[in-house]
């Protein structure tokens, strides 16, 4: 595994925890480039998980909850 696919290992990790700062500290240590792969392998990895205990369903609140979280942070409500 390459230094980013386990950047995406604990980052992953810290967020299903609610550790906002260390996942904070992995994503603002990286390079653009490193901050892409580390989103596509923790984004390929979470569908990868949902597909295989068939939570459509409950991915989907994920993402609408993603969508309110960022809106939350930016001040807004969606």
Partial sequence: MSDT???????????????T????????S???DE???VTFH???GLAEAV??????HTAEQ??????THA???KGNTP
């Fill in 62 to 67: 994920i993402a609408l909850g993603i969508q």
């Fill in 30 to 32: 990286l390079t653009p």
């Fill in 42 to 44: 923790g984004m390929s």
């Fill in 71 to 73: 809106y939350q942070q």
């Fill in 51 to 56: 597909r295989a205990v068939d939570a459509t």
């Fill in 21 to 28: 700062d260390a996942l904070h500290l992995i994503l603002d």
């Fill in 5 to 19: 696919g386990l950047m995406a290992c604990g980052a992953m990790i810290h967020a299903l925890r609610g550790n």
């Fill in 35 to 37: 901050l892409r792969t």
